[in-house]
């Protein structure tokens, strides 16, 4: 059944060690870390719910059964899923908490090529995650001395107060060669450890010195808030490193992923469904200071695929892909070029990314000291969408008084128009660069059709783009529908066990419906091997003229996919098929949750309670599966 395969997308850890783990932690000192409680009677306990806003607690767990249910918003599950709600880990990164904190080993399930990805070893990761918190309080000491002075000072000048920098650990690396490695070499920690961490390096003579010195110190912490790496900034007029220095890729710090600010963001950036992307570390101080609870920064890289994937946890909470990424530009010429890049890069994401450009080329930490909190906080409401940003940028660089320049700026904006994900949105655009070139629709738009025809689209994930002139566009459950069928008929070999082992119950549109139907009667995919006589025997198996109709069209129409479909695009395809129907169950179930009296009638309640956390932990794997994997 489709367990099957979802237990192995959530589960490169093998079961047992889950189902250890889960034994293992006491749900209430897992919870008691961030939610005060007190005892409710009968051996359970409650507090207030950190999940919605509550003045009397309506957040109860039950220590004897190992779980947690919020009676308030209907929120529960075990403690896995609390770690994965309230600090928004994966499923299996709340597992490898629970493990360390439980001194669990972990086993992986060897063999998985679907998704190669090397993993610190289990220890490691803890030991590593210890010796960068020792030298977060390291570093933090050393501010305070005398040594550290032009750190302070730097610090104050860009308006940073004595408990800002306490707030994000600022820290000062000091002169001496080797002071840090031999305080952690005092606490045990070996000399593979440390230069395994990026902590240490060894000199050429073959000691080990400090790889960070007179510097002032920015800890960079994972999402769960562990520390995996340090920012460095150059104070010294004589040092002639690079201004900024960060830690190095190592087992728990790829840089790549890696988004400072991210651990106090993340809440806020879960809530509003967006994030402003900044450029440095006192650029996220600056924000979050000044009203911009949603700032974070990448760290000595560019934003890239990688980022994205770690703030879509973030901001597909939901089941609606929704939220903004904001990026902030102080308007030079790198900055243009970086968002002009961002353009070009991640299509997927053009139509949810703006631009906010500061006016007078300050970054927001120099718009904070100059012109005050609310100035920020202006320039990330002033925002505007990418595409508009992008044209603007093409435009502003002919001379659209003479009929030459006008027609060479509409030549280099027509392909950004021809690129857009959302085609239906290119007339409108095509609208507005006639508008704003001074010249007909007309020529315009052939320029668009021209350079759309001339350059073929470069998307890269296998998502569904929407094709304008069918009627189901607006309904992506249909359009879902629509196209695992066209996957069964099309591609019976590659679809076929993962088709037939979703129910005919999932397809909603009754005329989808009798299709899976007839697919089935015909003998399902799986045993197909494709071609016309696949096709003709399920049209045979049709029992409406609707359905037949319909598999003669589905059997011929593109996928939505560019390049060849694999097993990746099936799953995510039957991921989503599922999902609506899914996420209906659960909110009928919460509601019947919330109407049981969990008092008189305690079968009923912990039965649909069971029902419950089930559910969730499918629909939980479907949006991971949903997502391409982790
Ligand atoms: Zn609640």
Redesign the pocket.
């Known amino acids: 059944m489709y367990a099957e395969g979802v237990a192995d997308m959530a589960g490169r850890i093998r079961d047992e060690d889950i189902a250890l783990v889960r034994e293992r932690s006491s749900i209430a000192d897992v919870i008691s870390e961030t939610v005060t409680l007190r005892s409710a009677g009968g051996g359970n306990l409650k507090g207030l719910?950190p999940?919605?806003d509550?003045k009397s607690p309506?957040?109860n767990v039950s220590p004897a059964r190992n779980v947690w249910y919020?009676f308030?918003?209907g929120?529960g599950g075990d403690a896995i899923k609390f770690l994965m709600d309230a600090e928004h880990l994966s499923f299996v990164e709340s597992v490898e908490r629970l493990a360390d904190r439980a001194g669990i080993q972990l086993r992986y399930v060897e063999g998985d090529s679907a998704a190669p990805r090397a993993r610190p070893q289990q220890g490691q990761r803890q030991r590593l995650v210890a010796a960068h918190a020792a030298a977060v309080e390291f570093y933090r000491a050393q501010l305070g001395t005398a040594g550290a002075r032009p750190a302070r000072e730097f610090l104050a000048r860009r308006g940073f107060d004595r408990a800002a920098a306490e707030r994000y650990g600022c820290g000062f690396a000091p002169e001496a060669w080797d002071l840090l490695t031999k305080h952690l070499r005092r606490q045990a920690f070996t000399h593979d450890e440390l230069v395994t961490a990026g902590l240490s390096r060894p000199s050429r003579s073959g000691t080990l010195i400090d790889r960070f010195r007179r510097r002032l110190m920015w800890p960079i912490r994972d999402l769960a808030g562990d520390v995996i790496g340090f920012g460095a900034r150059k104070l010294f007029e004589d040092d002639d490193g690079p201004k900024y220095l960060n830690t190095p890729e190592t087992p728990i710090y790829k840089k790549s992923h890696v988004l400072y600010g991210i651990d106090q963001a993340k809440r806020e950036i879960a809530k509003q469904g967006k994030v402003v992307v900044v450029e440095g570390y006192t650029d996220v101080m600056a924000c979050h200071l000044a009203g911009v609870p949603t700032a974070v920064a990448t760290c000595g890289t560019a934003f890239g695929g990688d980022h994205i994937g770690v703030l879509r946890r973030l901001l597909m909470d939901t089941d609606a892909v929704a939220g903004e990424i904001i990026f902030t530009f102080d308007g030079d010429a790198a900055g243009q070029k970086a968002a002009l890049r961002a353009f070009e890069d991640d299509q997927r994401f053009v139509g949810r990314t703006f631009i906010a450009v500061s006016p007078d080329n300050m970054d927001p930490c120099d718009l904070r000291l100059a012109k005050g909190d609310l100035a920020v906080r202006d320039l990330v409401a002033r925002r505007e969408p990418l595409v508009d940003f992008a044209l603007r940028h093409v435009i502003n660089r002919y001379d659209l008084d003479t009929v030459d320049g006008r027609v060479e700026a509409m030549r280099r904006a027509a392909p950004l128009v021809a690129k857009l994900k959302d085609r239906e949105k290119r007339p409108e655009y095509v609208r507005k660069l006639a508008g704003d070139l001074g010249m007909e629709i007309e020529p315009v738009q052939r320029a668009v059709l021209a350079a759309a025809s001339a350059t073929p689209s470069t998307e890269r994930a296998p998502a569904p783009r929407p094709a304008p002139a069918e009627p189901v566009v607006d309904n992506p459950q249909a359009m879902v529908e629509r196209e695992a069928l066209k996957l069964a008929l099309q591609e019976p070999v590659l679809a076929g066990p993962m088709f037939d082992a979703v129910e005919a119950s999932e397809y909603r549109h009754p005329v989808h419906a009798a299709v899976r139907a007839a697919v089935a009667s015909a003998g399902g995919a799986a045993t197909a091997t494709g071609g016309a006589v696949w096709i003709e025997s399920v049209r045979d198996a049709c029992e409406d003229l609707a359905a037949r109709a319909l598999v003669g069209e589905l059997a011929v129409e593109p996928l939505r996919i560019d390049g060849e479909p694999d097993p990746r695009y099936v799953s995510i395809t039957m991921a989503r098929l599922q999902w609506g129907s899914v996420t209906a169950r659960i909110r009928d179930l919460k509601s019947r949750i919330q109407r049981i009296n969990p008092v008189n009638n305690k079968d009923e309640y912990f039965a649909a309670f069971g029902e419950l956390l089930s559910l969730e932990q499918h629909a939980r794997a479907l949006r991971e599966q949903a997502a391409g994997g982790l």
């Open positions: 719910c999940f919605h509550e309506s957040f919020c308030g918003c929120a």
